[in-house]
Every structure is written in structure tokens, then in C-alpha cells.
């Protein structure tokens, strides 16, 4: 069962432009982490939130997690051509075993230079 | 240091065949997992281990067996190829990653069922 729904889908920007994507989740988590995935390539980690956190920053990329409301968003600033790629949250429900990372379908973001 | 490393990179089976996905990790990772990548169902957990000689099933483990004798070597086994096994598979390290450690991924086996 997919535990985090990235939304949009797919996001098409001009290079410049902030790009915004959404995560929203079912159950209680110990924390949630988005990953990036070039294509063809592995997935790489790019920002973990904790449960008791509301927002974190690194260089361009900024994460806010609503707790009560089941969702996160992850904010690329000042997006480049080399931004392109899929983007995918994951989700450590609360509770859960140790191997019980659950991954969204992720959101396809396309930076037009 | 070379990372998660898995083997092959590209395989073609029929259908009913039997082959191993290799993957080995130099980072003494506790925990190690496999994913299928499939399009717009993103990436579901087959199996996955918390340490040498422990394992357990993820969310579509039908199919495949796992294995874990070693802390760096976590080999994925398909018993008889069906078409529906057709994808991208991904081996992943870590320490604890519910406890928030970084999930390593390799760079893929893209499988294909004939």
C-alpha cells in the first residue's frame, strides 16, 4: 500500500521559477525524507523532517511538515535545468519495523532553460 | 568507498527462468533492502533484511527470495521469470532508516521477461 501521495504528478518550469511538490501520508510517522531520482539512475537522499519539525533548509531546497494535516512539501528555489529530475517522498510510519520506508510515486519536475 | 553495487545491470530471461540479483554494500549497513520501480507505481519494498541472517517481507515479496549470510551481501533471487517481473530493481543500504539514516540506493537492474 503506498503510504505517501506526491503531488503534482509531473511539473513543468521555466529555469529561475520555484518549484513546489506535495506529500501527503496516512498514518503517524517518526520522520519523512524526500529523494531524488535521475533518470535511469538510483535514488539519492536530499533532506530528512522529523516528526517534531516543522521546516528545514539546505542551499535551495526548504521541507515543511504539517503533522496534523498528513502532508509535507518540498520547495526548490531558483530551479535550474540540472533540477530536472523525479523527486519521491518517503515516510517511516510511527510504529513501524525497521525496514518499513515507504515511498510515494514521486513527482516528475521538468526545468526548461 | 564504492558504495551499494548490484549486478547485472541489464538482463533479458524467458520466461520461467531463475536468475540471482547481486548487491553488496562496504558501508557495515545493517539494514538492506530491494525495490521494484515500476511506471506510476513508484518504488515498493520486495524484501528486506535488519542484519545477517534476518530477513523479512516487504510489500510484493511474491516471486522472490532473499537472503542475508553476510553483512555486505544481500542477493535477490527470482525462482521461475514472469512477464509481470519485468522492471527496474533497486538494492538499498542503511543504517536504521526509520530512525532517519540515509537510504543508499544502487544504480538499478533493469529486468526484462520474455
Known amino acids: 500500500s503506498q503510504q505517501g501521495e506526491e503531488d503534482p504528478q509531473a511539473l513543468s518550469i521555466q529555469e529561475g521559477e520555484n518549484a513546489t511538490m506535495n506529500c501527503s501520508y496516512k498514518t503517524s510517522i517518526n520522520n519523512l525524507q524526500w529523494y531524488r531520482q535521475n533518470s535511469g539512475r538510483g535514488l539519492v537522499h536530499l533532506i530528512l523532517i522529523r516528526s517534531n519539525e516543522r521546516e528545514k533548509h539546505s542551499g535551495r531546497l526548504r521541507v515543511t511538515l504539517d503533522t496534523s494535516k498528513k502532508s509535507s512539501s518540498l520547495l526548490i528555489t531558483a530551479s535550474r535545468a540540472a533540477d530536472t529530475a523525479s523527486y519521491f517522498c518517503a515516510t517511516a510510519p510511527y510504529g513501524g519495523s525497521q525496514g518499513n520506508l515507504i515511498f510515494g510515486k514521486g513527482t516528475k519536475l521538468s526545468v526548461k532553460p | 568507498n564504492a558504495g551499494v553495487t548490484q549486478t547485472p545491470k541489464f538482463q533479458v530471461l524467458k520466461t520461467g527462468q531463475s536468475m540471482t540479483l547481486q548487491c553488496a554494500q562496504d558501508?557495515?549497513?545493517?539494514?538492506m533492502s530491494w525495490y521494484r520501480q515500476d511506471p506510476g507505481m513508484g518504488l515498493r519494498l520486495i524484501h528486506y533484511s535488519v542484519g545477517a541472517g534476518i530477513t523479512d517481507q516487504g510489500e510484493v515479496p511474491n516471486g522472490y527470495n532473499v537472503s542475508r549470510s553476510t553483512t555486505e551481501d544481500f542477493p535477490l533471487r527470482l525462482l521461475s521469470a514472469a512477464p509481470s517481473q519485468t522492471s527496474v530493481y533497486f538494492c538499498?543500504?542503511?543504517?536504521?532508516?526509520?530512525?532517519?539514516?540515509?537510504?543508499?540506493f544502487g544504480e538499478g537492474s533493469w529486468l526484462t521477461v520474455v
Open positions: 558501508m557495515n549497513h545493517e539494514y
Open positions: 538499498a543500504s542503511s543504517f536504521r532508516p526509520t530512525s532517519g539514516n540515509t537510504i543508499y
